[in-house]
């Protein structure tokens, strides 16, 4: 399977500032990615669609303006959350779908800690 | 996404046969059945999927009904390091995973 990277693995910052999350495949090219979030003992809650050379698609309630995305090649999508409050908290991970896979495959996820 | 039903929790004993429960009965009939799996603060891990056959792999048994209305995933040799939360899905066109609360797997000693 694909391999995902992201960066950083955690981040501590303060309230108001932007945090930038990369996402990268390592091995195969794909056109799309996916973010997701989760809350302590909750389930994974999809964010958005990351598409290269195009806009991303957020789900429902979950505001583009303020969780920016950006894929800019087909191997890097990243994700800004920006004016970070304390309740942006979470862990934020990204997953791939390579060209000609069904499948998703994970990065090991991002835990935001908002002062 | 058609809906995927699982067991909120179940137990097993190191070494013993873990098997993972699945309802789908709206499934239609060109959608796979995915299975993944997240260990605690990691990101989630793809396991297998089927069709109608049943499916092995070095991770894991597939079995599917005939009716494709249910399967279970099988961990033959269940170890402590197999305990995590299972998600069943099935494909979407979207390719979007919409994750419920999955199965939560403990493997005890």
């Known amino acids: 399977g694909a391999v995902v990277s992201q960066h950083p693995s955690w981040v501590i910052c303060k309230s108001g500032t932007s945090v930038k999350i990369e996402c990268r495949s390592l091995?195969?090219?794909?056109?799309?990615m996916f973010w997701y979030r989760q809350f302590p003992k909750q389930s994974l809650m999809l964010m958005a669609t990351?598409?290269?050379?195009?806009?991303?698609?957020?789900e429902q309630g979950v505001e583009k303006d303020k969780f920016l995305i950006n894929h800019a090649s087909l191997t890097l999508s990243t994700l800004t959350v920006t004016s970070a409050h304390p309740e942006d908290s979470s862990f934020y991970i990204c997953?791939?779908?390579?060209?000609?896979?069904?499948?998703?495959?994970f990065g090991p996820g991002t835990r935001l800690t908002v002062l | 996404d058609a809906k995927t039903t699982q067991p909120t929790s179940m137990d097993c004993a190191e070494g013993r046969a873990a098997n993972l429960p699945c309802n789908h009965s709206?499934?239609?009939?060109?959608?796979?059945v995915y299975w993944y799996r997240q260990i605690h603060s990691q990101g989630p891990q793809y396991i297998i999927h089927?069709?109608?056959n049943n499916e092995t792999n070095e991770m894991a048994s597939l079995i599917i009904t005939e009716d494709r209305k249910s399967s279970t995933l099988i961990l033959p040799h269940a170890t402590l390091r197999d305990t995590a939360v299972y998600y069943c899905?099935?494909?979407?066109?979207?390719?979007?995973?919409?994750f419920g609360q999955g199965t939560t797997l403990q493997v005890k000693p």
């Open positions: 997953s791939v779908r390579p060209l000609s896979y069904n499948e998703q495959f």
């Open positions: 091995d195969f090219q794909a056109t799309t």
């Open positions: 990351s598409n290269e050379g195009s806009k991303a698609t957020h």
């Open positions: 709206t499934i239609s009939g060109n959608e796979y």
């Open positions: 089927g069709l109608k």
């Open positions: 899905h099935l494909s979407s066109n979207t390719g979007k995973l919409i």
